[in-house]
């Protein structure tokens, strides 16, 4: 059974670099180079942000209003991917999650249980 | 970029009634090679991570009760619950992913009258 699972600190100070990771099990070296990983924030009490995803036959795709900050990798080595983003705000205080889908033209079918950021000095 | 619109912005409705929520899309995310359309429903309750009820704007993902339906077409898409349970309470959004950057609505929240 696919399951993810988000970890990383739930503090950052504002213009410090948010970084996570999200560990993915019951999943082969080959299902991690053949699915597409992303990352979706969701500010409290607010709707849902497309961060960007992986895909590691096909590099990255990233949202434009934060494609100078992100950077999504895969480690298929260790089975997980993660996320970086720069020089953060208060705006970044999200619940972050991490998300899997089949490709580019497919919803998200299994995601990880979320983690809350909160940006504050 | 493609937004996306959902109405109403609410719901309350008593157990046993029907649901309908509205989802429209600035543009077509119907794709004309497969004769699909790239829109997703998601249920979210608190505390939880999004779970897909609904791909391809009407194909009920697996498990997913069939008092649950998607329907629409190119820009204007609904969500029915046929008949209201308690466990229904949630927020639904729904999501293209016909082109990149991938958009969702901005939810309907459900409640029980």
């Known amino acids: 059974q696919v399951q993810l699972q988000e970890s990383g600190p739930g503090l950052v100070k504002p213009s410090e670099t948010l970084s996570l990771t999200c560990t993915v099990s019951?999943?082969?070296?080959?299902?991690?180079?053949?699915?597409?990983w992303s990352w979706i924030r969701q500010p409290p009490g607010k709707g849902l942000e497309w961060i960007g995803y992986?895909?590691?036959?096909?590099?990255?795709s990233y949202i434009p209003s934060l494609k100078s900050r992100v950077t999504i990798l895969l480690d298929t080595s260790r089975n997980l991917f993660s996320l970086r983003l720069t020089s953060v705000t208060a705006a970044d205080t999200a619940v972050y999650y991490c998300?899997?889908?089949?490709?580019?033209?497919?919803?998200?079918?299994?995601w990880g249980q979320g983690t809350l950021v909160t940006v504050s000095a | 970029d493609i937004v996306m619109t959902q109405s109403p912005d609410s719901l309350a409705l008593s157990l046993g009634e029907k649901a309908s929520i509205n989802c429209k899309s600035s543009?077509?995310?119907?794709?004309?090679?497969?004769?699909?359309?790239?829109l997703a429903w998601f249920q979210q309750k608190p505390g939880q991570p999004p779970k897909l009820l609904i791909h391809?704007?009407?194909t009920r993902d697996s498990g997913v009760p069939d008092r649950f339906s998607g329907s629409g077409s190119e820009t204007d898409f609904t969500l029915t619950i046929s008949s209201l349970q308690a466990e229904d309470v949630a927020v639904y959004f729904c999501?293209?992913?016909?082109?990149?950057?991938?958009?969702f609505g901005q939810g309907t929240r459900l409640e029980i009258k």
């Open positions: 391809r704007a009407s």
């Open positions: 019951g999943v082969s070296t080959d299902s991690m180079r053949s699915h597409y």
């Open positions: 992986f895909y590691y036959g096909g590099g990255t």
């Open positions: 543009q077509s995310v119907f794709y004309n090679s497969n004769n699909k359309n790239y």
């Open positions: 999501q293209q992913y016909f082109t990149t950057p991938l958009t």
């Open positions: 998300a899997r889908h089949d490709d580019g033209y497919s919803p998200f079918d299994h």
